[in-house]
């Protein structure tokens, strides 16, 4: 164990911690929506934010920027980020529904056992995976630069960069803005009636089909956004990085409760911390490590997760 390593570099280790528990928050929203309306484990998931990340890296190209592009000035970098972002969002929200009604829907017509959704769900990403793979194998992938990571301000000690507040406060603010969503609007209540009990939701008058490509589409649009978030903070992007990226945000939304909307924030948050505490305490190869310890530890006596309150049960 090396202590000095921590707390000499405690300060950095929370906020890139924090910046990336907000993506793998991100990404777990989609986790929790769909198993809050569906109780279905989505592992295609991971492929949606992939495809939200791609989309976002060839929008660059298709404005004429590459991996070795410099953007300066705040107005002509949050143009492109913008751009991007709608992009990702939108190649991630087409991504998840496509992958409702051909995947997921003809299944729950035949009613079919939860098993059957389990392979699906692992089949369509393993499809979507490699289909990325024979696309981008020969593709450059890196990001052009267009956030600064110059410190921008210190706080006790720490620098905070610009890519890291960008990251931690898109990813926040889509977070509220999915909360608001779920709990103040008509499509929202739609989705926890659904959530809480789809047969009388129906007799109310509650497309239930419609509900469910909803909730795919509005997680894909998370997942989509922390495809983007993803590009800028690492800076490069291979196919491949889904799989784990994707079981680590499911993770957290385990931590946090799933099927919890705030549970998948705090999960994702918590994640990040501990692996970054773990890489600065054990060294870099403990971070994977640590991170599903901490799962297993907690779910051995809080088995609901720290916030267990379904979607269903959620406060209108």
Do not use: C
Request: proline fraction near 3%; avoid cysteine; charged fraction near 15%.
């Amino acid at each position: 164990m090396n202590f000095d390593e921590l707390t000499s570099n405690f300060g950095g280790l929370t906020t890139t911690g924090l910046a990336q528990g907000a993506i793998y928050a991100l990404v777990a929203l989609g986790y929790t929506l769909v198993y809050g309306v569906l109780r279905l484990i989505n592992f295609a998931h991971s492929e949606v934010f992939i495809a939200g990340a791609f989309a976002a890296i060839w929008t660059w190209e298709l404005l004429g920027l590459n991996q070795d592009s410099v953007v300066t000035g705040f107005g002509p970098a949050l143009l492109y980020l913008l751009i991007a972002m709608v992009a990702a969002a939108l190649a991630s929200a087409a991504t998840a529904s496509v992958i409702e009604v051909v995947a997921y829907r003809p299944l729950r017509k035949r009613n079919a056992p939860p098993l059957a959704f389990l392979i699906t769900a692992i089949g369509a990403s393993i499809a979507i995976s490699e289909a990325f793979g024979i696309r981008t194998r020969r593709l450059p992938e890196g990001v052009p630069d267009m956030v600064s990571n110059e410190p921008l301000f210190t706080i006790a000690g720490t620098s905070i960069t610009p890519k890291e507040l960008l990251v931690v406060g898109a990813a926040l603010l889509m977070m509220v803005g999915l909360d608001i969503f779920i709990n103040r609007t008509r499509f929202g209540r739609g989705i926890r009636a659904v959530a809480q009990d789809a047969n009388t939701a129906a007799l109310m008058g509650v497309n239930k089909d419609r509900i469910i490509l909803l909730v795919f589409v509005v997680g894909g649009t998370m997942a989509g956004v922390a495809g983007l978030l993803y590009d800028i903070r690492i800076g490069a992007l291979s196919y491949s990085v889904g799989f784990l990226l994707g079981l680590k945000a499911f993770t957290a939304a385990v931590l946090g409760g799933i099927g919890n909307l705030r549970g998948a924030l705090l999960g994702g948050l918590l994640l990040g911390l501990v692996e970054n505490y773990a890489s600065g305490l054990f060294g870099t190869e403990w971070k994977d490590f640590a991170a599903f310890v901490v799962l297993v530890v907690l779910l051995m006596f809080r088995p609901t997760g720290l916030l267990g309150e379904s979607l269903g049960r959620a406060r209108a």
